[in-house]
């Protein structure tokens, strides 16, 4: 039997993509710490693991004593008070982690983001392509492509690079603002210029992890969507639709909304407390051009995108509601 290990298991993608592996019949470990929750991760299957990031020397340890066929790396700081965490915790970790994975035949499947390269530009609005000049614009973003660049530069192991645009699905938080917002008939656009966005579903997602850990191919970087463009207006209207409800539109000029960014940061430094909307969140948000090409993702994987915007969002709603958050 293989045996993998998926860190940030408790997360969003992480605790679906070990429930994934275990359908398959993987032997699943979770690396998770001692304060994670375990609410996705009851199965009786799951070997629990709390690595020490800090230390080479321990992971290494262990990686040799576990010796696991495949280690997806999703442990991560989506959100952070402080710049300097997004270094320890999106660059740092990941290069002690690839240091102990030296030398041993485990494969390496990281999760980047879309971030790392940064938005498209804004003239053609032509999607952005993996060998296009990386420019991103968040801090969490050029942490993820320092960590990108320390795998190509300097480990000799067999990875992977995963790069997915905006990713949603049940047990998602953020996105989750956003249905709750549409669902209290408020349809909120930022700027008076259409976005064009790019998302995933968080099974497509898995299902890319899944054929990346089964390729023989190794040192690639691939952006992973459901392979469509919509425009923001289409997003809300698919929302609506699945919500089945009406709307009042409010379109919010970009400077408002990077005033209340500013505003969450300070409130965020006083109360120790990451904001959904800071700073960085704004970045993202007032870019144009989320589009982005998959094509390599095709052609060397075999990826079909299952789960477009409209069956995704109606199959999410469902389970929001299912849930009781909506
Ligand atoms: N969601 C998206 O739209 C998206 C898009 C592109 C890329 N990604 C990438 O996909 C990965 C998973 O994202 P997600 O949406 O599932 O995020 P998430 O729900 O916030 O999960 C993050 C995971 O990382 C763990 N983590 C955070 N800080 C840590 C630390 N200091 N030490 C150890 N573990 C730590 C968390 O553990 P706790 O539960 O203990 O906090 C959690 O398990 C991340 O690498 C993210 O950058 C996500």
Redesign the pocket.
């Known amino acids: 039997m293989q045996k993998v290990l998926v860190?940030?298991?408790?997360?969003?993608?992480?605790?679906?993509l070990v429930d994934k592996l275990l359908q398959l019949g993987y032997e699943v470990f979770a690396?998770?710490?001692s304060?994670?929750?375990k609410k996705y991760l009851q199965d009786t299957r799951i070997r629990f693991i709390d690595?020490n990031?800090t230390s080479v020397e321990e992971m290494s340890k262990l990686f040799k004593e576990e010796n696991f066929n495949t280690i997806f790396?999703?442990?991560?700081?989506?959100?952070a008070k402080r710049k300097e965490?997004f270094e320890?915790?999106?660059y740092k970790?990941v290069k002690n982690l690839a240091d102990a994975l030296e030398g041993l035949d485990t494969k390496l499947i990281?999760?980047?983001?879309?971030?790392a390269h940064g938005p498209g530009e804004e003239t053609s609005f032509a999607p952005v392509k993996i060998e296009d000049k990386n420019t991103p614009d968040t801090e969490?973003g050029k942490m993820?492509l320092k960590a990108e660049e320390y795998l190509n530069s300097n480990f000799n192991g067999k990875y992977i690079i995963?790069?997915?645009?905006?990713?949603?699905g049940a047990?998602?938080?953020?996105?989750f603002v956003y249905f709750q917002t549409i669902n209290n008939h408020i349809e909120p656009y930022l700027g008076f210029i259409p976005q064009r966005l790019t998302f995933?579903h968080?099974d497509d997602?898995v299902d890319v992890c899944i054929l990346s850990m089964n390729s023989n191919l190794s040192g690639k970087t691939y952006f992973?969507s459901d392979g469509n463009l919509y425009l923001d207006k289409e997003f809300a209207n698919i929302t609506k639709k699945a919500l089945n409800t009406w709307t009042i539109r409010l379109k919010l000029p970009l400077f408002i909304v990077g005033w209340i960014a500013s505003l969450n940061e300070i409130i965020g430094a006083v109360l120790g407390k990451s904001f959904t909307l800071n700073k960085d969140k704004f970045n993202i948000l007032k870019a144009r051009n989320w589009n982005c090409d998959i094509e390599n993702l095709r052609v060397d994987l075999g990826y079909v995108p299952k789960i477009d915007l409209k069956q995704g969002v109606e199959k999410t709603i469902a389970w929001y509601k299912q849930e009781n958050w909506l």
Do not use: C, M, Q, W
């Open positions: 860190t940030g298991a408790s997360g969003f993608i992480g605790s679906t690396g998770i710490r304060t994670s929750s690595l990031y790396h999703l442990a991560a700081r989506t959100k965490d320890r915790v999106n970790y990281f999760l980047s983001s879309f971030a969490y993820k995963l790069r997915p645009t905006g990713v949603y047990r998602e938080t953020d996105y995933v968080v997602l992973v």
